[in-house]
Structure formats: structure tokens, C-alpha cells
């Protein structure tokens, strides 16, 4: 099959993951030195993985914006802008009305910091969302260009793909934060943790073995400050709560025991 | 293998799954019609099924201990009780202590109640604690008998085995909740759950596809009221709070969500 020519907007950890399945990739981030958005007119499919902090529980889409400023009087409009950024349900949605003049698709990453790469070539899954017909194929057929047969493919509306990735962040902090209670009951009992670990683990419905990193509890590092979960679960918590009108009760005592380990690594100092 | 004289005490669902697994059981269970306690006598492990009901989250043990003072006049001291009955960690160690003549094991039963008989003849794994040498070894030679070479065993100590069972049905139920969460944000947004449920459950670290009826949600059967679930949830996280002093905060929310799912169910008639 022949490669689509591919653009990356943003050369941190999942742009440089992204870039790294395909050949020559055209690269458009402006403060690592990628300063020339030009590169970005021949490609097919562009992605787009900018930061989007969250901000008050909301994305901070200042990034995006700038770029799509940027770059719009320059693609043609057979092009295809797919958000690897983490954006809210309906954020892509959004976007299309703005720049009417692009094709957007959501294809929301799902890759650990330190293996992207792996994760990167080696998918659980593809989510590709896009709301015209056609432009999530499009997508998709770059990816099985490059990927293994056996990977599956989620092909959905962009607020369902939105949707997908919060969710997986979300419980991936649930799950976390339940066994660090499961972990401090074991402590008070003085139960060995490794094996009531090993004993859950081998319950496919809690996580194989294999992949399951989030039922190790590392007593030195109590709860989660990586640069994905607690951003996640805040932006999906206030989105529930002030935009559903929903209690997200479990999300609010995810965060709830998150605090409190993180406060806990900070008294052991 | 040479297969154990094996006895079953209480022959509902767990008991007879367990008994389906041997040639020729012993079965006690007076109320069923298996009166006669004697057929006990020569089995070298006994499996205790009974119902251990959560009151005012704890352990009813009433029916354990019936069952204990009728039989423990009958049994050699070779001889081992395996509990099956889900029961909080240290209550083994503490019959032991009670009924210094029994040998006693924990082997928590992780059977769905509609499959009981194909996930005892295929578990997951098998989980049997023990607090003195060579018990676990002995209970675990009796399923090796019986069971695929590929099963994995995990043998530890009885506290430790409670606690798997009680954290790993307290994640069910905590599962069944969180998605419950995302199932109600997508009818607000008018997004197919059926499509999120996909694309979270390609991830192993959320759950394989072929075990994971935990991410299916019944629109028209909102919650978890199954025997072992709401029953397991309170006496678990009673125990942390009352017994050990912990906060249980996920577990408290996973309750929380249950009973607006279930109230919903009411409303809905």
C-alpha cells in the first residue's frame, strides 16, 4: 500500500510517536525549531497533538487555535486534521463549525509517556471519529498502512471517539486509586500486597497481567501526578458536573483519594 | 492423580459447582435433604459452602459455626476445611482458633451464579490460604486432579486470600458503577454507549472482550442487585472504616451510584 504523505503539528511525547510509524513525515511545531507550516500543505492526514492543559476543568484550546490560524490559509481543503490532543465531547464538533474550511477527525491517543513509541506501533485500538462520511476511513487507511493486520478499528462520530478516551483515562484514575485503598488496607492487616496484586490481576475482567501496571501501588509514590490523569479526570469530572448536570460521584472520590496520597508522599517527604 | 475423597457442605450454587468438579462428593446440606453429616467422615478435604449473609456489614457466620459444632465431633484431624464462603479476612484464623481440631483453608469461590459450573471447571485462578505448612498445597493437589494444567494457582496465607476475593468483587461492583457514570453522560450527549463500551474494552487494562460483562449496561436493570455484589461492597467497606479506620471513599461512592441506579430502576417502575 502507499504511504499518505502525513503532517505532525506538535513534536512532544505523541507527535514524535505519531511521526515515528510513518516515512518523512512533514513536522510543524514552531518552538522546537519545526518553524515552517508550509510542510503541512501536501500532506493527506495531519495530526494534531498540541497541549490542551486543563484549565478550571476546562481544555485550554489557546494551542489549537493559534496553530489553526496558522495553518488554515495554507491547506487545501481535501485535508484532513485529526486531534490527537485530549478535547472534551463535542470539542471537534466545535472546532468544524469555527473553520468550516477544514476536515477534522478525532483520533485521541492512547499511549503511555515512557513506552509511546511501543504503544505507538502496538495499539490496544485505533478511535477514529469523524462526522462526514469517508474522512474516518481516510484516516483509518493510513494507520493500517503502517500498523499490524490484527489491530482493531473503532470508527465512530467525533464525540463518541471524545468520549472514548476520557472515559479510558478516568477509570484508568479509578482503578489506580482503588487499589492504593485496597493497598492501605493490606498495610494495616499486614497482608502482602504483591500477592493480593497477582490474585486480582489474573482476573481478566480487573486487567491481564501483561498490561497491567495500574495495579502496582508504589508505596514511595503514592497516587498519580503524571501529566495525563489528573488533568483527564478534572476536565471529565467538571464536564459532567457543570455541562451534564451529573453528580460524577465516583470521579469526585477518585480525586478525593488522590489528594490524599499525594499529601501522604508529601509528609514522608 | 489418584482423585481425594471430597466433601461439600451446602449444595446451592457454589457448593454444587464445586461438587461438579469431583467423582462421587460427599454432600451435606440438612435443608436440601443431604442430612447425614457421617458422610463426611473420610473426606480428606471438605469444601464449606454455606450462606454467610452481611448484616449490618459484617459476617453473619451463624451457619458456620451450626455447621462447625455438628461436624467437628465427626472429623479426624488430618482432614481440611476449605472455605469457599466469602468471609472477611482474618474470620479463618479466627475459626481456627475457635475449633483448634479442624484444619482449616481459605478457597474463595469466584463463580458468576449463571455460569457457576463452567467458571468452576475454568477459573480464572484458584486462590487458597492457609496459615499452617503443606495445608494449601494439599487443598490445591485436589483441584490440580481435576482442572486444566494452565490454570494458575495462587497460595498464600488465609488473610490474604479473603482479601482477594472481597477486593476483587469490590472492583466489580465499583466497575459496574463507573460505567454506569459514562452510560449516563452518553444519553445526555445522545452518544451510543454501545461504541464507547468498544472502544474501552479492547483495553486490557479496562477489561478483554470475551470477560467483560461488567461494562454492559441494562438501561432497563440500572445497578448491581445480585447476591453476592451489594453484599460483598457493604461488608467490605464497613470493615475498612470500622475495623481498620480508613476512609473507604471509592467504595462509600461505588454504594452511592448503586442506590441512585437502583432508585432510578423504581422510579422507572
Not at 56 to 63: E, R
Not at 140 to 165: C, G, S
Not at 207 to 212: K, L, Q
Amino acid at each position: 500500500m502507499v504511504q499518505a504523505r502525513v503532517g505532525v503539528i506538535g513534536y512532544g511525547v505523541v507527535g514524535a510517536a505519531t511521526a515515528g510509524l510513518f516515512d518523512n513525515p512533514a513536522i510543524y511545531d514552531p518552538p522546537k525549531g519545526y518553524e515552517d507550516p508550509t510542510v503541512l500543505a501536501d500532506c493527506d492526514v495531519i495530526f494534531m497533538a498540541v497541549p490542551v492543559p486543563t484549565v478550571l476543568g476546562k481544555n485550554d484550546l489557546t494551542i489549537v487555535h493559534e496553530v489553526l490560524e496558522t495553518i488554515t490559509p495554507i491547506l487545501r481543503p481535501d485535508q484532513i486534521i485529526a486531534m490527537r490532543s485530549t478535547v472534551l465531547p463535542g470539542t471537534v464538533r466545535a472546532l468544524q463549525e469555527q473553520y468550516p474550511g477544514v476536515r477534522f477527525a478525532s483520533n485521541p491517543e492512547f499511549l503511555r509517556a515512557h513506552r509511546a513509541f511501543d504503544d505507538a506501533r502496538h495499539p490496544y485500538r485505533v478511535v477514529i471519529g469523524a462526522d462526514e462520511p469517508g474522512i474516518a476511513e481516510r484516516v483509518a487507511d493510513v494507520y493500517r498502512a503502517v500498523l499490524d493486520p490484527d489491530v482493531e478499528f473503532v470508527l465512530t462520530d467525533t464525540r463518541t471517539a471524545e468520549m472514548i478516551k476520557y472515559a479510558a483515562n478516568t477509570f484508568l484514575a479509578l482503578k489506580i486509586s482503588f487499589m492504593h485503598e485496597v493497598w492501605d488496607a493490606c498495610q494495616i492487616l499486614g497482608i502482602d500486597y504483591a500477592v493480593v496484586k497477582r490474585g486480582l490481576e489474573l482476573d481478566p475482567r480487573i486487567g491481564d497481567g501483561e498490561a497491567n501496571e495500574e495495579l502496582t501501588v508504589q508505596p514511595d509514590r503514592l497516587g498519580f501526578d503524571d501529566e495525563c490523569l489528573p488533568k483527564d479526570l478534572a476536565a471529565f469530572t467538571s464536564f459532567l458536573q457543570n455541562e451534564l448536570g451529573l453528580p460524577a460521584t465516583l470521579f469526585d472520590a477518585t480525586a478525593t483519594v488522590n489528594a490524599g496520597m499525594l499529601s501522604r508522599r508529601l509528609v514522608a517527604g
